[in-house]
Protein backbone atom coordinates (compact mmCIF):
# COMPACT_ATOMS: atom_id res chain seq x y z
CA UNK A 1 0.00 0.00 0.00
CA UNK A 2 1.26 3.55 -0.82
CA UNK A 3 -0.02 6.70 0.77
CA UNK A 4 0.63 10.20 0.65
CA UNK A 5 -0.15 12.22 4.15
CA UNK A 6 -1.63 15.64 4.31
CA UNK A 7 -1.08 17.21 7.21
CA UNK A 8 -3.25 20.71 8.39
CA UNK A 9 -2.06 22.57 11.36
CA UNK A 10 -2.31 25.64 13.03
CA UNK A 11 1.01 27.58 14.79
CA UNK A 12 1.38 30.25 16.90
CA UNK A 13 3.24 32.96 14.23
CA UNK A 14 1.55 35.93 14.31
CA UNK A 15 0.12 35.61 10.28
CA UNK A 16 -1.30 32.25 11.66
CA UNK A 17 -3.08 33.80 14.19
CA UNK A 18 -4.45 36.65 12.05
CA UNK A 19 -5.42 33.79 9.60
CA UNK A 20 -7.25 32.31 11.89
CA UNK A 21 -8.95 35.43 12.72
CA UNK A 22 -9.82 36.20 9.42
CA UNK A 23 -11.06 32.93 8.48
CA UNK A 24 -12.54 31.57 11.47
CA UNK A 25 -11.13 28.45 10.75
CA UNK A 26 -9.18 25.89 12.77
CA UNK A 27 -6.23 25.28 10.65
CA UNK A 28 -4.24 27.47 8.56
CA UNK A 29 -1.17 25.75 7.18
CA UNK A 30 -0.95 22.54 5.27
CA UNK A 31 2.11 20.09 4.19
CA UNK A 32 2.57 17.11 2.43
CA UNK A 33 4.76 14.02 3.59
CA UNK A 34 5.45 11.28 1.57
CA UNK A 35 6.16 8.87 4.66
CA UNK A 36 3.93 8.54 7.91
CA UNK A 37 6.92 9.57 10.11
CA UNK A 38 6.61 13.07 8.62
CA UNK A 39 10.62 12.89 8.07
CA UNK A 40 9.83 14.56 4.51
CA UNK A 41 7.56 16.86 5.11
CA UNK A 42 6.97 20.21 2.28
CA UNK A 43 4.90 23.12 2.22
CA UNK A 44 5.35 26.78 0.99
CA UNK A 45 6.52 28.63 4.00
CA UNK A 46 9.42 30.97 5.77
CA UNK A 47 12.23 30.35 4.48
CA UNK A 48 13.88 31.70 7.80
CA UNK A 49 12.71 31.44 11.12
CA UNK A 50 12.24 34.67 12.44
CA UNK A 51 11.01 36.38 9.38
CA UNK A 52 7.63 35.56 7.60
CA UNK A 53 9.34 36.37 4.42
CA UNK A 54 11.10 35.69 2.20
CA UNK A 55 9.22 32.47 1.84
CA UNK A 56 9.07 29.63 -0.84
CA UNK A 57 9.12 25.56 -1.23
CA UNK A 58 11.08 24.42 1.76
CA UNK A 59 11.19 21.29 3.76
CA UNK A 60 9.58 21.29 7.78
CA UNK A 61 11.35 19.64 10.18
CA UNK A 62 9.16 19.34 12.93
CA UNK A 63 10.86 20.30 16.08
CA UNK A 64 13.25 22.60 14.45
CA UNK A 65 12.73 25.77 12.29
CA UNK A 66 9.46 27.68 12.41
CA UNK A 67 8.01 24.26 13.75
CA UNK A 68 10.26 24.32 16.50
CA UNK A 69 9.14 27.64 18.32
CA UNK A 70 6.37 26.09 19.53
CA UNK A 71 5.46 22.96 22.01
CA UNK A 72 1.73 23.15 21.25
CA UNK A 73 0.75 22.84 17.47
CA UNK A 74 -2.72 21.20 17.05
CA UNK A 75 -3.09 19.52 13.87
CA UNK A 76 -4.88 16.68 12.16
CA UNK A 77 -2.94 14.23 9.69
CA UNK A 78 -5.16 12.65 6.56
CA UNK A 79 -3.80 9.47 5.03
CA UNK A 80 -4.79 9.06 0.58
CA UNK A 81 -4.24 5.86 -0.68
CA UNK A 82 -2.00 6.02 -3.77
CA UNK A 83 -0.91 4.12 -6.81
CA UNK A 84 2.70 3.24 -6.79
CA UNK A 85 2.70 5.40 -10.33
CA UNK A 86 1.01 7.95 -8.76
CA UNK A 87 3.63 7.78 -5.35
CA UNK A 88 6.39 7.74 -8.23
CA UNK A 89 4.99 11.11 -9.73
CA UNK A 90 4.64 12.94 -6.31
CA UNK A 91 8.23 12.18 -5.89
CA UNK A 92 8.72 13.52 -9.21
CA UNK A 93 7.03 16.57 -8.28
CA UNK A 94 9.10 17.21 -4.69
CA UNK A 95 11.84 16.86 -6.28
CA UNK A 96 11.51 19.28 -8.88
CA UNK A 97 10.29 21.80 -6.45
CA UNK A 98 13.55 20.97 -4.29
CA UNK A 99 15.70 21.29 -7.24
CA UNK A 100 14.31 24.66 -8.57
CA UNK A 101 12.86 25.97 -4.89
CA UNK A 102 15.26 29.29 -6.26
CA UNK A 103 13.00 30.46 -9.09
CA UNK A 104 9.62 29.59 -6.73
CA UNK A 105 8.03 32.55 -4.44
CA UNK A 106 5.29 32.67 -1.95
CA UNK A 107 1.94 33.78 -3.42
CA UNK A 108 1.20 36.56 -1.18
CA UNK A 109 -1.01 38.30 -3.99
CA UNK A 110 -2.37 34.94 -4.66
CA UNK A 111 -3.16 34.58 -0.58
CA UNK A 112 -5.38 37.95 -0.96
CA UNK A 113 -7.34 35.93 -4.27
CA UNK A 114 -8.13 32.72 -2.43
CA UNK A 115 -9.61 34.96 0.68
CA UNK A 116 -11.90 36.45 -2.18
CA UNK A 117 -12.26 33.40 -4.33
CA UNK A 118 -10.77 34.54 -7.52
CA UNK A 119 -9.26 32.02 -9.21
CA UNK A 120 -5.42 33.72 -10.05
CA UNK A 121 -3.01 30.36 -10.86
CA UNK A 122 0.99 31.79 -10.79
CA UNK A 123 3.30 30.24 -12.38
CA UNK A 124 6.20 30.15 -10.39
CA UNK A 125 4.15 31.32 -6.82
CA UNK A 126 2.11 29.31 -5.05
CA UNK A 127 0.31 29.46 -0.89
CA UNK A 128 0.78 26.44 1.00
CA UNK A 129 -2.62 24.76 0.39
CA UNK A 130 -2.56 25.97 -3.76
CA UNK A 131 0.98 23.91 -3.72
CA UNK A 132 -0.59 20.90 -2.46
CA UNK A 133 -3.88 21.10 -4.66
CA UNK A 134 -1.23 21.70 -7.62
CA UNK A 135 0.91 18.76 -6.36
CA UNK A 136 -2.30 16.55 -5.91
CA UNK A 137 -3.66 17.63 -9.61
CA UNK A 138 0.09 16.82 -10.82
CA UNK A 139 -0.02 13.30 -9.32
CA UNK A 140 -3.56 12.42 -10.47
CA UNK A 141 -6.31 12.93 -7.67
CA UNK A 142 -8.83 14.95 -9.19
CA UNK A 143 -9.20 17.99 -7.47
CA UNK A 144 -12.90 19.58 -6.60
CA UNK A 145 -12.15 23.20 -7.89
CA UNK A 146 -9.05 24.83 -9.31
CA UNK A 147 -5.94 24.03 -6.97
CA UNK A 148 -5.35 28.17 -7.03
CA UNK A 149 -8.26 27.97 -5.20
CA UNK A 150 -7.81 25.72 -2.00
CA UNK A 151 -7.54 26.76 1.40
CA UNK A 152 -5.84 24.41 3.98
CA UNK A 153 -9.38 23.49 5.54
CA UNK A 154 -10.61 21.91 2.62
CA UNK A 155 -8.07 19.64 2.86
CA UNK A 156 -9.93 18.36 5.86
CA UNK A 157 -12.87 16.82 3.42
CA UNK A 158 -10.20 16.01 0.69
CA UNK A 159 -12.28 13.18 -1.27
CA UNK A 160 -10.45 9.71 -0.37
CA UNK A 161 -8.57 10.94 2.34
CA UNK A 162 -8.81 9.21 5.71
CA UNK A 163 -8.10 11.01 8.91
CA UNK A 164 -5.22 9.09 10.31
CA UNK A 165 -4.48 11.42 13.58
CA UNK A 166 -5.72 14.33 15.22
CA UNK A 167 -3.93 15.79 18.08
CA UNK A 168 -0.20 17.75 18.80
CA UNK A 169 2.02 17.39 16.01
CA UNK A 170 5.32 17.30 18.18
CA UNK A 171 3.55 14.25 19.97
CA UNK A 172 2.68 12.34 16.69
CA UNK A 173 6.03 12.69 15.40
CA UNK A 174 7.79 12.33 18.84
CA UNK A 175 5.90 8.39 18.81
CA UNK A 176 6.81 8.12 15.06
CA UNK A 177 10.53 8.78 16.00
CA UNK A 178 10.37 6.28 19.09
CA UNK A 179 8.36 3.50 16.79
CA UNK A 180 11.24 3.99 14.34
CA UNK A 181 13.76 3.47 16.89
CA UNK A 182 12.27 0.50 18.19
CA UNK A 183 11.93 -1.09 14.95
CA UNK A 184 15.40 -0.87 14.36
CA UNK A 185 16.38 -2.24 17.86
CA UNK A 186 14.48 -5.16 17.27
CA UNK A 187 15.51 -6.18 13.84
CA UNK A 188 17.43 -9.05 13.60
CA UNK A 189 21.36 -9.24 13.25
CA UNK A 190 22.09 -10.55 9.86
CA UNK A 191 25.56 -12.44 10.62
CA UNK A 192 27.60 -13.25 7.49
CA UNK A 193 30.35 -16.12 7.21
Given at each position: ??????????????????????????????SLSGSVDLSE??????TYRPFPLPATFNREIVGKGTLGRFDYIP?????????????????????HFANNRKIYSYNLLGLIAVYFN?????????????????TMDKIGIPLEKPFSLYRPDDF?????ADLYYAGELNCFYDDMMTISKETKAVRPLIHRA
Open positions: MEYIYIIVAQTGTRPAKLFRFLTKKPYNHVMYSFCRCEIYRIKVTPEQKRKYNKVIKINWARTHSFVCSQFVAYRNFPN
